[in-house]
C-alpha cells in the first residue's frame, strides 16, 4: 500500500489502556486527552493545541470559530485532498481557487493579491507533501488587507521552519492524526493557535457548548478525540522519532535509484531552515499518459500507488462543474503527472528496489 499505520507494540498500548476498564472514562476531555493535548503542545512547540475527533472537524471547527460572514470569500488551493475545500463550503464560504507553484505544489502566493476583493476574509494554504508554504510572504499579504490565515499542516506533523514549530504559522493550524499519516491516534486531529480566547471557541464548537451540567453557552457539535485515540496518540508520540528516521532512510534509498532518470522530478527534502517529516514520496512524470502506465503496471504487481491529487478539488463532481472553467494551469498539469510511491518505516528496500525498477521501465517509453 502506498502507506502503513504507525503502531506501537501491542503489549505497550495494551498496558496503557488497562486503568479505562476501572475508569470507565472512555471520552468527554479525560485523563489521556489533557496529557495528549500537553504532550503535542511540547513536541510541536506551539502555545496552544486543541484535540479533536478528525483532521477535517478540527479545519472545519476552526474555520467556523472565525465566525465569517456567511457567503464570504476564502482564498485556497485546489492541489489538496477535498476536506480542506469541504470544510469551507459547509461553513457556507466560498473557495476562491488560486494556482500552485510548479516547484513545490503549495499556493502561489504571487497570485493570492490579485484574487481577493472587497468579500475575501481569509487565505488556507495548505504545506503539500510537507512541503511549507511560503510563509513570510502569506503573512504580509494577510496583514496588508486585514486576513486571518488558517494552514491546512495536515502533510507537516512534526515539521519546523526557521526554528519554529510549524503550527506557529498563521492564525491557526490544522492536524490531521488519520492512520495514514506520520503520526496517528487511530483517528484524530489538532488545532494550534496563539489566541488563548480560540482554545474557548473551539472547546464550545467540539462540545455542544456545554460548559457545566447544567449550563450551555452556545451551539456546537461533537468533535471531542476519545480516550483510546489519545492513548494510541501518547503511545506513538514516543516512537515519532523513529518513525520520521526510518523514512527519511526509504525517502533517501528511493532518490538514490530514481535521481538519474530523465524527465522525472523527485522531491526535495533538503530546504533551508525547514525540519521534515518525509510523510510522502511524490514523484512527477513528464506526462500524464506515463504517471497512468506506471500507476497501472504498480497496480498489476500488487503496489499501490496513489494518483494524490488528481482530480483537482476543484474539479470534484459534486461541485458540478462550478470552477471547472479556472485557470490553474500548474495545478492541473501536476494533478495530471504526479503519483505518490508508498512509503513507511517497514517498506523493506527489496520492495523499493521494485517499485524503483517498473518506474524506470517506463518512463521515457
Not at 320 to 338: D, F, M
Not at 353 to 360: C, M, N, P, Q
Request: contains cysteine; hydrophobic residues 40%.
Amino acid at each position: 500500500m502506498v502507506t502503513r499505520s504507525s503502531m506501537p507494540p501491542y503489549e505497550e498500548f495494551v498496558e496503557r489502556i488497562k486503568p479505562l476498564w476501572d475508569t470507565r472514562w472512555l471520552t468527554n476531555m479525560g485523563k489521556y486527552h489533557d496529557e495528549l493535548e500537553q504532550a503535542l503542545k511540547d513536541y510541536l512547540q506551539v502555545p496552544y493545541v486543541s484535540l479533536m475527533v478528525n483532521g477535517h472537524m478540527a479545519l472545519e471547527m476552526v474555520i467556523q470559530a472565525m465566525n465569517f460572514p456567511e457567503g464570504s470569500e476564502v482564498i485556497t488551493t485546489p492541489f489538496t485532498f477535498v476536506s480542506t475545500t469541504h470544510a469551507i463550503v459547509r461553513n457556507r464560504l466560498e473557495p476562491v481557487f488560486c494556482d500552485i507553484k510548479p516547484e513545490d505544489y503549495t499556493i502561489d502566493e504571487e497570485q493570492i493579491e490579485s484574487l481577493i476583493t472587497e468579500k475575501t476574509v481569509a487565505i488556507v494554504p495548505v504545506h503539500v507533501y510537507g512541503n511549507i508554504c511560503n510563509v513570510e510572504q502569506i503573512r504580509e499579504i494577510a496583514y496588508r488587507y486585514g486576513l486571518k490565515v488558517i494552514y491546512d499542516a495536515c502533510h507537516a506533523f512534526g515539521e519546523a521552519y526557521q526554528g519554529k514549530g510549524i503550527g506557529t504559522f498563521g492564525d491557526a493550524s490544522v492536524f490531521s492524526f488519520h492512520a495514514t499519516k506520520v503520526y496517528n491516534t487511530i483517528e484524530g486531529g489538532a488545532v494550534t493557535f496563539s489566541d488563548e480566547a480560540l482554545y474557548e471557541k473551539l472547546y464550545n464548537l467540539k462540545n455542544f457548548g456545554i460548559r457545566g451540567e447544567e449550563w450551555v453557552v452556545s451551539v456546537g457539535a461533537n468533535a471531542k478525540m476519545n480516550e483510546f485515540s489519545a492513548i494510541m496518540g501518547l503511545c506513538n508520540l514516543s516512537g515519532i522519532s523513529q518513525n520520521i528516521r526510518l523514512r527519511k532512510e526509504k525517502a533517501e534509498r528511493y532518490q538514490s535509484l530514481l535521481c538519474d532518470v530523465h524527465g522525472l522530478k523527485l522531491p526535495k527534502f533538503e530546504i533551508g531552515g525547514a525540519v521534515r517529516n518525509y510523510g510522502y514520496f511524490p514523484v512527477q512524470f513528464a506526462d500524464g499518459k506515463t504517471r497512468d502506465r506506471v500507476y497501472d503496471d504498480l497496480r498489476r504487481h500488487n503496489i499501490f500507488s496513489r494518483k494524490y491529487f488528481y482530480p483537482l478539488t476543484s474539479e470534484a463532481s459534486c461541485f458540478k462543474r462550478k470552477y471547472t472553467g479556472l485557470a490553474l494551469p500548474n495545478a492541473r498539469k501536476v494533478s495530471e503527472s504526479i503519483l505518490v510511491l508508498p512509503l513507511y518505516p517497514e517498506l523493506g528496500d527489496g520492495d523499493i528496489g521494485r517499485i524503483a525498477e517498473i518506474v524506470r521501465e517506463f518512463v521515457g517509453m
